[in-house]
């Protein structure tokens, strides 16, 4: 689908244009937003600011994620093993719910002409979780037997079985020396999830039902008003002409960019954060023939020492009806915070307020910086050696080094200290007139529940209100369906069907025989 064209030019006039809502950036986070509130506010302006010439061409662009449908069906670091053997599941909960609410969220917009064709963003692809090494095997067994019985993970198989494995994934079977043992967790619930689309449908809808949208507008800067409102100051980039624009309510979703917006805010629930920029890189299948003979998303384990977002997966994608193939992410580094960023960014974050969180993550965090300086070090065969433990038989002449998007780790302060996390992480003013989105995985999956934190905590006033309204988008509100299997049961039937993820792949054979690599 095309980006959205409903953008008017800012009035010439010398007072600032007012509107009831800004949302900066136009990314799956401000669509999801706006979409929301457009439900419970049909009369609210909602104005869109993005400083690109196209809607998701960030971090919610396709190729700048591995789109995975986070619900912790196969991400092993939602499920940290504890010292005694047995293994936590309380964040793949929470990350799995959080899921849910998207998926209802989705088919009530489906339902209500908001969105289309749900197979232009999202499509049916099994989520699997592979080791190999007899440790990481007991492991994945203590992990099956620990989420199998729950509600939340009803259809997920263990598959220690060598001729299984090779039937179900050919292309990792291929060359693969069995005396290694290995392990599967295969769940066929998962998805693939082209955000990048699903952005465009959002805010297509936003501007068709009244909304805003100019591309190619950068917001310099965000102050607060003696009545409580907020002017920013909004350059078009393309003729240089620079505006104001107020605003009742703001929200920064503009990924990498929000940390430099929400400091000049002055709001004080900004103060002391920081932000650690890192780069993601692929191999990218150009092999018509391979990308045949996988249909999966497979996770493995992080390296020792190696941080939660460098888990290594191959994954199946869905983009344009398309299947590809890819494999990382592979860790680069750049002091910009967006991928069409800065070279200063990194250095203008840092503020009198936020050098020391900073300084003591750089010390804390030394296995990190251990890490980068080892995946910057990797040559083209250090690559395709790392794919091989997923594809024995992987040819460099088969893949594209291809880099994906940028992502801003949160640095938290804690007391004197701070505390780099590799989850988001939503600000808000006490006010509630101001709001913004940090850090990166499960991000974009997380889109309807985190804007949803939003809405209560920034329109307590209202949200009570809204809830009725709520409801009938997200049925599931307020109550967690791991405590409710009947309800989850009803919902997640009622999405499937909706969403068209009772329907097969595009990829041919999900399970085609092993074949000649």
Known sequence: MSTPVA?????????PVTTDVVLVGAGIMSATLGT?????????????????????????????????????????????????????????????????????????ALENGVLSDPKNFINPIPHVSFVHGAENVKYLRARYDALAGNPLFPDMEYIDDKD???????????????SDPVALNWSDGGTDVDFGALTKQLLNYGAASGGTIHFGHEVHDISKQSNGTWTLKVENRRTGETRKVNAKFVFVGAGGGALHLL?????????????FPVSGEWLRCTN????KMHSAKVYGKASV??????????????????????FGPYAGWSPKFLKKGKTTDLF????????????????????????????????????IETLGEFMPTAKAEDFEFVTAGQRVQVIRPTGKGGKLEFGTAVINASDGTIAGLLGASPGASTAVPAMLDVMKKCFADRYASWEPKLRDMVPSLGTKLAENPSLFEEIWARTSSALRLDTATPTADRFAQPAAV
């Not at 953008?7 to 007072?15: D, G, I, R, T, V």
Request: hydrophobic content about 35%; glycine content about 8%.
């Open 36 to 108: 929301l509130l457009r439900q419970v506010e049909p009369n609210w302006s909602i104005t869109t600011f993005e400083r690109l010439d196209a809607a998701a061409a960030e971090s919610s662009d396709p190729w700048n994620n591995a789109g995975t449908g986070h619900s912790a069906l196969c991400e092993l670091n939602y499920t940290p093993q504890n010292k005694d053997g047995s293994v936590d599941i309380s964040k793949a909960l929470n990350v799995n719910e959080q899921f849910q609410v998207s998926r209802q969220f989705w088919t009530y």
């Open 263 to 275: 400091q000049k805010s002055g709001i004080k629930e900004a103060k002391g954060f920081g932000g």
């Open 7 to 15: 953008e008017h030019e800012l009035s010439k006039q010398s007072a």
């Open 305 to 326: 020492g190696a941080p939660p977002m460098s888990v290594p997966h191959l994954d199946t994608r869905v983009i344009d009806g398309k299947p590809g193939l890819l």
């Open 288 to 291: 018509p023939e391979l990308i």
């Open 348 to 383: 203008s974050s840092v503020k009198p307020g936020n050098l020391l969180p900073m300084l003591n993550v750089g010390v804390t965090e030394l296995s990190l910086v251990k890490y980068l300086v080892t995946e910057l070090a990797q040559t083209e065969a250090d690559r």
């Open 164 to 178: 299984e494995f090779s039937r179900r994934l050919p292309l990792m079977a291929a060359g693969r020396d069995f």
